[in-house]
C-alpha cells in the first residue's frame, strides 16, 4: 500500500495573523471539496496532520469522506519562519529560495532546511512506527517540510528545484509503505488519480 503525502491548497494571507494560524481560502477549500469526491479518498484509513490550521482544515474536510478521525501531530509543521514574521510574496520567495540552497544555514533565524528535514521525516517514521502497511495513509502537511520529506524519500540533495512549484499548494507525493520508495512526484490534486 501506499502513503500520500498532501500539501494543503491556497490560503487566507493575512499579516496580522501568525502564518500557522492562517486558513484556507475560499479558492483553497472549494479544491479541497472537490477533491473530496475523488474515490481514492474514501479508501484512506488513517489520516495525520500538521497542527496548522489551513492543513487541520484540509484534513477535516478529507476525514469526512474516508470516515477516519484526524491525528494532529505538531512535529510536521512547516519550517519555522516566525523569526522573520510575514514577507510579502517577492521576499518570501526570495527567502525561500536561500532556505533551500543553503540547508544547513538559517536565514535570519529561519529553522535550518537540515533541522526541519529531520524534524519531518522523524514525525513521519514515528507515524509509521506502528502503522499496518496494508492500510492506505494520508499526511496533510506543507510544501516546505513536504520537499524535504520528498528529497529524504529520493536520497536527493536539498534543492529548491525538487518543490512543489508556484500555484499555491494542493500537491500529492506518494511513496510506498513498504520500502519508502517515491510512487509518484508532485502531482495537483485534480490530476491524482490514487494508487491500485
Known amino acids: 500500500m501506499a502513503a500520500i503525502y498532501l ?90 529560495d536561500r532556505f533551500f540552497a543553503e540547508p544547513e544555514t538559517s536565514f535570519r533565524g529561519w529553522e535550518r532546511a537540515i533541522d526541519a528535514q529531520a524534524r519531518i521525516v522523524a514525525a513521519i517514521d514515528r507515524a509509521l512506527e506502528t502503522h499496518d502497511p496494508s492500510v492506505p495513509i494520508l499526511f496533510v502537511g506543507h510544501g516546505g517540510v513536504g520537499t524535504l520529506l520528498k528529497c529524504h524519500l529520493c536520497e536527493r540533495r536539498i534543492a529548491r528545484a525538487e518543490d512543489q512549484g508556484p500555484g499555491g499548494g494542493g500537491m500529492v507525493f506518494g511513496f510506498s509503505l513498504v520500502d519508502r520508495h517515491l510512487l509518484c512526484d508532485w502531482t495537483p490534486i485534480e490530476a491524482f488519480g490514487g494508487f491500485a
Open 7 to 96: 500539501t494543503h491548497p491556497q490560503v487566507a494571507i493575512d499579516p496580522e495573523i501568525p502564518v500557522p494560524e492562517w486558513g484556507l481560502s475560499e479558492i483553497g477549500r472549494a479544491r479541497v471539496e472537490a477533491l473530496a469526491g475523488k474515490p481514492w479518498v474514501a479508501g484512506v484509513g488513517r489520516i495525520v496532520s500538521s497542527a496548522e490550521r489551513k492543513a487541520i482544515e484540509t484534513a477535516e474536510i478529507l476525514a469526512a469522506t474516508a470516515g477516519c478521525r484526524v491525528e494532529i501531530v505538531g512535529e510536521m509543521g512547516e519550517n519555522d519562519r516566525s523569526a522573520t514574521g510575514f514577507l510579502a510574496p517577492p521576499d518570501f520567495e526570495a527567502a525561500a
